[in-house]
């Protein structure tokens, strides 16, 4: 496993795709915060964001399955295109059949690349549904949450927080917690 390591993801890829178990595991360990970072960019009242996961890694395997090398394209940009879109229509597909949890999600990520592929009225909506959570974040979360919050959706590790703000992991967590409640309520409304 060691060897695979150091291999390119193409090289592991191929491997993949003669067989090799170790090598799709290594895949799927290696961009698992791909995943983690897409899936996190979606907000479901009454869901949780390992649903999401759990779908994105789907659709990284599916990535490994269906990748073909082309002059340009990385695997690691046709995987984020992969596991966004997976994410992406299984929040659809969840609004369409009326499922609650996933009724209400909000998108926080910004404009990315990865999500081209939406159409400019979904992107729209997108956008507005975006600026209007955080305007009602802002109103409902104090200063310290609001900020801890907001460096947690970019994408940011408990880890990371603690070292930006000089805060204890514990603070960091409850600031978290404290503010998927109040948020979860503001969006019930």
Excluded: W
């Excluded at 695997?75 to 992406?88: G, Y």
């Excluded at 802002?138 to 801890?148: A, Q, T």
């Amino acid at each position: 496993m060691d060897e695979l390591k150091l291999k390119i993801d193409e090289e592991l890829v191929t491997l993949s795709k003669a067989g090799d178990k170790q090598a799709t595991e290594a895949l799927l360990i290696r961009h698992a915060g791909l995943v983690r970072g897409c899936a996190r960019g979606f907000f479901l009242v009454g869901g949780e964001t390992e649903d999401l996961i759990q779908e994105g890694m789907i659709g990284l395997y599916s990535a490994i399955e269906d990748y073909k090398p082309k002059e340009g394209q990385s695997f690691k940009k046709f995987a984020a295109l992969c596991v966004s879109r997976r994410i992406i229509d299984a929040v659809k597909t969840a609004a369409r059949k009326k499922n609650m949890p996933l009724n209400y999600y909000v998108s926080f990520m910004d404009e990315d690349p990865v999500f081209s592929g939406l159409s400019p009225e979904d992107m729209l909506i997108l956008s507005d549904d975006r600026r209007e959570f955080r305007q009602k974040m802002s109103r409902v979360l104090s200063d310290f949450e609001f900020k801890i919050t907001t460096m947690y959706i970019d994408g940011m590790s408990c880890a990371e927080i603690c070292d930006m703000t000089g805060k204890s992991a514990k603070s960091i967590d409850n600031a978290i917690q404290r503010s998927k409640r109040k948020l979860q309520e503001i969006l019930k409304k």
